[in-house]
């Protein structure tokens, strides 16, 4: 590359990999998250103790750079009853960034993640340049990432990145620095290596061999955390098979092979088992206290017993990955709501989280249509994403934490790979734009916002998100709330909804959207308003129709809202019965109120909502 543009990406990468040093914690909140504490605790385990078992000295160590919370959700296994107690999550993650862990703690993991980011940037800007100026490969490949919830993961002490980095570090290697039309000779034309450097490397060290090695060893890595990662394999494979490269082939199958083999194998001496998603118990707890287990050693139940039958089968159900041996139980209808979700959806689609994606899509369509190695690299990516929607129902977006869509995150390096020509050079001027325009509040704030009733989803209320569609099929959509009043379910925001007994607070400075859920159609409702603050002017919209009254605290004012349509009719599965699918019928209700008051509860302590109205529902008509 040329001096200037190497120059440029070395400044941002020194730039990035040492902006995590200069933080004692990384994130917010101020306590972990999601999956992190057990990826933590095992990557501080295995630098400091060499082993994988979870004992009270090792939760102590949570509360050296998280004291101010309780740690929730730590995920821990046993195959004993719990008389030894290992991490639940696969450790391949936590074993490579052990080291960067023994030397700055959780900083270290931000450290390990930033590197990967760092390769990834460097990787995609080699592959662009065989069909592009290097500052354009650059820009392209500085903007794919960062402009997107990359720089977001790098921040989250969990292994999203490292399977990124596979799925990217799969297709480099596989579908770029190895040639199958190139003389199986040494070639140092992948590496940029001289060739008299080159030369003195033994013969069986070559360029390509080097690069199928690569390829399959770093997808390994991934398919080890998530085997489905294994699908980003098949453009690999197609390509060494439409070239007739069969010992390359066989190379590439047995170096994944002889990878996750040496990950269970490890993870069989470490714990007994070759990952701690098979043939063992699992479950989540929360930390109150260091160095004071969570869970208590339990005797052995009789074999043969009826309750001994029912602890192996919840054994299986906690598991992890048994669930992949089951037949999906999703409909039609179920499925295209949700790839309506996945491309748009207000929290997790791919529109607004990686508008790089949809570029990448329209260069591919226009300039590499015809190529099929890169059309299987699509279908792996539509071949999983299938995967997603159907074997995880309620939960394809990444569960109870998420920032975008977290499953689907790791195969995102994919899009890049579609991609030749870059024309016109300023197509990349709208991906940035779009980037600022939803991504700017993640870039710049990756460590998270402080808001109320706090969400790692908080981005999501800023005004460009609102024009997308909320994703009510998603079982755990963080930062809302929801409430049944008789057969309706009232869902919104915290920050606008707030069940309190038979009231319904509704927040002040700015409309709140509620989604009104039930399973009959409705043609009116009928509320009693009350305002703490005098003269409150209060207006409802919902689909076309709006009334407008004014309350105050001293009386209830009662207003009848005629519902002309439902927003939409959904289908749902019957909690009581998951075969069941109902129709559901949804409304979308805006109430904006003119002022507000904060509500004063001596005996509850400080309890802080901007309350615009209390809403009490007095009937409805269907």
């Known amino acids: 590359m040329s001096r200037g543009v190497t120059l440029a990406l070395a400044c941002l990468s020194l730039a990035l990999l040492i902006l995590p040093l200069t933080h004692r914690k990384p994130g917010m909140p101020a306590t972990l998250k999601a999956d992190e504490p057990a990826y933590y605790l095992a990557a501080l385990s295995l630098a400091r103790d060499g082993d994988l078992r979870c004992e009270p000295e090792d939760l102590a160590r949570l509360y050296e750079e998280f004291p101010y919370a309780p740690i929730q959700n730590l995920i821990l296994s046993t195959d004993d009853g719990w008389h030894t107690v290992y991490y ?70 969990q292994p999203e990145m490292l399977n990124m980095f596979a799925t990217a570090a799969c297709l480099f290697f596989g579908l770029h620095a190895f040639e199958p039309s190139r003389d199986p000779s040494r070639d140092p034309r992948a590496f940029g290596t001289t060739r008299a450097l080159w030369s003195r490397l033994p013969a069986w060290l070559t360029t390509d061999r080097v690069a199928i090695v690569a390829s399959a060893s770093a997808l390994a890595v991934g398919v080890y955390n998530k085997p489905m990662l294994a699908a980003i394999g098949l453009p690999v494979c197609f390509r060494l098979v439409r070239h007739r490269c069969w010992r390359q082939l066989l190379l590439w199958l047995a170096a994944a092979a002889v990878t996750v083999g040496i990950f269970a194998g490890i993870g069989q001496v470490l714990t007994g088992h070759p990952t701690s998603y098979l043939g063992i118990d699992r479950q989540g707890y929360n930390v109150h206290t260091p160095h004071v287990m969570p869970v208590e050693p339990k005797e052995p139940t009789p074999a043969g017993t009826p309750v001994a039958a029912a602890e192996a089968e919840l054994g299986k159900e906690t598991a992890g990955w048994w669930w992949i041996f089951g037949v999906p139980q999703v409909s039609l209808p179920e499925l295209r709501e949700d790839f309506v979700y996945f491309l748009f959806g207000r929290h997790v689609g791919l529109v607004p989280y990686h508008p790089f994606a949809v570029i990448a899509l329209g260069l591919f369509l226009a300039y590499g249509r015809r190529s099929a190695v890169r059309w299987t690299v699509l279908g792996s990516l539509a071949l999983i994403t299938l995967f997603f929607l159907t074997f995880l129902h309620h939960n394809w977006h990444g569960g109870g934490g998420f920032v975008g869509n977290r499953y689907f995150f790791m195969l995102y390096p994919a899009f890049l790979f579609l991609v030749t020509r870059i024309r016109p050079d300023w197509i990349v001027a709208p991906g940035f734009a779009a980037g600022g325009l939803f991504i700017g509040s993640l870039v710049f704030s990756p460590y998270g916002l402080a808001v109320p009733s706090p969400t790692l989803q908080a981005h999501g209320r800023n005004h460009p998100f609102q024009a997308f569609p909320l994703e009510l099929s998603l079982r755990e959509l963080p930062g809302y709330f929801g409430a049944a009043r008789g057969d309706i379910y009232f869902y919104g925001r915290k920050d606008h909804l707030r069940p309190e007994g038979e009231e319904l607070w509704i927040g002040a400075g700015g409309p709140s959207e509620i989604w009104i859920q039930s399973l009959e159609p409705i043609t009116e409702l009928t509320f009693d308003v009350r305002s703490q603050a005098p003269g409150n002017e209060v ?16 009386q209830l004012t009662r207003v009848v809202l005629k519902v002309p349509r439902p ?56």
């Open 539 to 554: 207006t409802f919209e919902i689909e076309g129709a709006s009334e407008r009254i004014v309350a105050g605290p001293d």
């Open 88 to 157: 639940g999550k696969p450790y391949a993650y936590s074993m490579l960034a052990a080291p960067f862990a023994a030397l700055w703690k959780a900083n270290g993991l931000v450290v390990f993640n930033t590197l990967l980011l760092v390769a990834m940037i460097w990787m995609s800007t080699f592959y662009l340049r065989r069909y592009n100026a290097d500052w354009l490969a650059a820009l392209f490949a500085s903007g794919f990432f960062l402009m997107s919830t990359t720089y977001r993961y790098v921040y989250w002490l």
């Open 567 to 622: 927003t939409m009719v959904r289908n749902d599965r019957d909690r009581a019965a998951w075969e069941r699918v109902l129709d559901i019928y949804v409304y979308r209700m805006e109430i904006r109120t003119a002022t507000g008051e904060m509500p004063r509860w001596r005996e509850k302590g400080e309890h802080y909502f901007y309350l615009g109205c209390a809403l009490t529902l007095v009937g409805e008509d269907r």
